[in-house]
């Protein structure tokens, strides 16, 4: 069968103790066997996304419209089998490189159809180098976004390196939440210890500053302007 067109009966649901998710067979054997068909943009699968694209960017001309495409690795993912394919970064170097080479031009096509359809900027996903991220950034015109998440695949940059490599925007979308969890263990690891937690105080936001933040008493000054509201009596009450 095709494998950009891939029947649901042919997933496996894994189940067990662990996190439920689907088991996807291996699309192709290696890197000759890459073929990517003319009218890819107009499979089902990417034809949806375009049109949504173009859609939001009718129902909504003046919201800022971000694409995202999937980049060779995550593609690898999904057609040589994510068991097959992590094992082979150690086994088989080579045919990783060469499957990935193979499927750049899938991130590209899509990156740049999203583009034409009337989105903003676009953003890759975990792009393996700096080398991945030029290469991108030069086939891709346009503003694009770069995604430096934690623990991925992509190497850590910082906003100026992203910026050299042509990159517009850059955001760090779990990291906060990261340092925040590490944050939380170590409270409630100091509390099992000490029956307490005074002595983190100074690492905690005051009651002020987080006042000062949100404007709170800007707030409770719009509260005392506002008038009470009158209620008009009802004849014959």
């Not at 989105?119 to 792009?127: N, S, T």
Request: net charge negative.
């Amino acid at each position: 069968g095709d494998p950009w067109i891939e029947p649901e009966s042919d997933f496996e649901l894994l189940t067990g103790p662990r996190m439920p998710g689907c088991r996807q067979p291996a699309l192709w054997a290696g890197p000759d066997d890459i073929v990517i068909p003319d009218d890819f943009l107009d499979r089902p699968a990417s034809k949806a996304i375009i049109d949504a694209v173009r859609e939001l960017r009718r129902r909504h001309p003046d919201a800022c419209v971000v694409g995202k495409v999937m980049g060779p690795w995550t593609l690898s993912y999904h057609m040589f089998g994510v068991q097959d394919f992590l094992i082979n970064i150690l086994l088989e170097p080579d045919y990783v490189h060469a499957c990935l080479a193979g499927l750049k031009a899938v991130s590209v096509m899509f990156a740049n159809a999203q583009f034409e359809a009337g989105a903003d900027i676009v953003f890759p996903d975990a792009l393996p180098s700096e080398r991945d991220f030029r290469a991108f950034a030069g086939a891709v015109p346009g503003p694009k976004m770069a995604s430096m998440t934690e623990f991925g695949r992509s190497p850590y940059f910082t906003a100026d390196e992203f910026q050299d490599m042509g990159y517009d925007i850059v955001i760090w979308p779990a990291t906060s939440m990261r340092v925040a969890a590490n944050a939380m263990a170590e409270l409630y690891a100091h509390i099992r210890e000490h029956g307490g937690c005074e002595a983190l105080i100074g690492k905690m936001t005051s009651r002020a500053d987080l006042y000062n933040t949100i404007g709170y008493y800007d707030y409770e000054a719009l509260d005392e302007s506002i008038a009470k509201s009158v209620v008009p009596e009802t004849p014959g009450k």
